[in-house]
């Protein structure tokens, strides 16, 4: 009997169990390999540089690169590797070529697909050398966004088999590297946030600065203010300023009862640093403009024109309310640029009035004119100063605490003879308990209560 054929098979078998057992520990140690780099390097560089020299060892092959697309629009050899030094060079030196011809081609219009045509028109120029014939093997490295390049592994030899274990390991190297690539975008686009964060931290902390730290002493007035921001850095703006800042002391508290106050409320249309940056200029031109000593219109009409060269161009613009309080007369004088009228509660009468009167937004105009009137404040009148914020907040059906409710507990507030904290402590509450949020605003909300001691 002629074991020959059987003991031929035990043999082929044997050498196909050997193979297979080789293949796996060559597939596991591929993994450790991987997962150790993806654990070990905090460099994207330091992983991509072992990568062709992983695939050229688990492939046989003599050569591996990786050309990847960066997101500024350039295409480059990342890295490379080849089993002599003298044939890296050369390979070098074909694919920079071949990606410089390619992409010349794009840029002249030679009806090259970028994300089709491109590859394959590349590749066969990388291939395309009589004296150094360079057979070609490659795999995509894709990310949620694309294809952000390719993975290569080179070999001159004719008889080399691209194996569907080959294939394998090719394509999970090449995975890997999209997570290395994407962790890495992922840790740069966090040190971009973080900076941000710092970068409105300071420009929150100044701007918190920038409002007033305390409430002035003016003589016969009781004042609360509140600032909600929406973001870190807002848009709206409150001050007192005083007419006369020589006279006014610490020492001097006695020139209280002379001096004139600036009582004066703004929003900048949006939210956010661009916005914070306009509230920031507004502050500093109006400060100014008030110790000019001229009247409220004309300081809004010339706070307008100084201000509408600087916002014509930005698409924003700012609505303010400024009022100043004479403490010897008790008079309230005042002007609008299209600002929410305040709120004024008459105690004698029991009733609700509007402080508005006709004027453009700041910044809208260049010659826009602003009327101004007058109202002589009484023991217990109150009003309120706010911005949008509050009439627009709205609960989770959408709908929003408009100016009929803010007007209904203002109104409630000051028939239980509250305080002007209290009174705005009130309003406060009772918009946080129709939204349902204490927390975050859809927009910046900035109270000022003034009341008649």
């Known amino acids: 009997m002629n074991y020959e054929p059987q003991i031929m098979s035990v043999i082929a078998l044997q050498e196909q169990v050997i193979n297979l057992n080789r293949q796996q520990k060559k597939t596991h140690e591929l993994l450790s390999n991987l997962g150790f780099a993806l654990r070990s390097f905090k460099n994207l560089n330091q992983f991509l540089e072992l990568i062709p020299l992983m695939v050229t060892r688990v492939t ?3 050569g591996g690169a990786i050309i990847l697309f960066k997101k500024t629009g350039q295409l480059q050899i990342q890295q490379l590797h080849c089993q002599g030094e003298g044939n890296c060079n050369e390979l070098r030196k074909r694919i920079e070529m071949a990606i410089f ?11 090259i697909s970028f994300h089709t045509d491109f590859w394959e028109k590349l590749e066969s120029r990388i291939e395309l050398d009589i004296d150094y014939r360079i057979h070609i093997f490659r795999t995509p490295i894709l ?15 004719p008889s080399y088999e691209w194996t569907l274990d080959r294939q394998k390991l090719l394509q999970l190297v090449a995975d890997q590297t999209a997570v290395a690539i994407h962790n890495d975008e992922l840790t740069v686009e966090l040190r971009k946030k973080e900076r941000l964060d710092r970068e409105l931290e300071i420009g929150a902390e100044i701007q918190e600065r920038l409002l007033p ?9 009781e004042l609360a203010a509140c600032y909600l921001n929406a973001d870190r850095v807002g848009g709206d703006y409150y001050d007192f300023i005083p007419a006369n800042y020589d006279r006014l002391t610490e020492k001097q508290t006695d020139t209280n009862a002379t001096t004139k106050w600036s009582i004066t409320i ?3 249309m949006g939210k956010g640093v661009p916005a914070g940056l306009i509230m920031t200029m507004t502050r500093g031109m ?3 403009e008030v110790l000019n000593g001229h009247s409220p219109s004309r300081i809004l009409q010339h706070l307008n024109r100084v201000m509408y060269a600087d916002l014509e161009n ?16 008790n008079i309230l004088t005042y002007t609008n640029a299209a600002h929410n009228p305040p709120l004024y509660w008459q105690a004698a009468t029991n009733r609700i009035l509007r402080l508005d009167t006709q004027g453009m937004l700041i910044g809208l105009d260049a010659d826009s004119q602003y009327e101004e009137a007058q109202v002589k404040l009484h023991q217990g009148d109150t009003i309120i100063y706010y911005t949008d914020g509050f009439t627009d907040a709205a609960n989770q059906d959408g709908e929003r605490f408009n100016e009929d409710n803010l007007i209904y507990t203002f109104h409630t507030a000051c028939q239980q003879q ?19 949020n204490e927390r975050n605003n859809g927009d910046d909300m900035t109270m000022v209560v003034l009341k008649v001691e």
């Open 314 to 329: 930005s698409s924003r613009f700012v609505t303010l309310f400024y009022s100043e309080y004479d403490p010897a007369t």
């Open 286 to 288: 109006l400060r100014a």
């Open 213 to 221: 730290k305390k409430f002035p002493d003016i003589p016969g007035l």
């Open 418 to 436: 509250l305080s002007s904290q209290g009174i705005l402590d009130k309003i406060v509450s009772t918009l946080h308990t129709f939204t349902g």
């Open 101 to 111: 011809q390619t992409l010349t081609d794009v840029s002249e219009g030679k009806e």
């Open 60 to 62: 046989d092959s003599e």
């Open 266 to 268: 703004g929003d900048v």
């Open 143 to 157: 990310l949620e966004s694309g294809e952000r390049g390719r993975l290569y592994v080179f070999t001159r030899n």
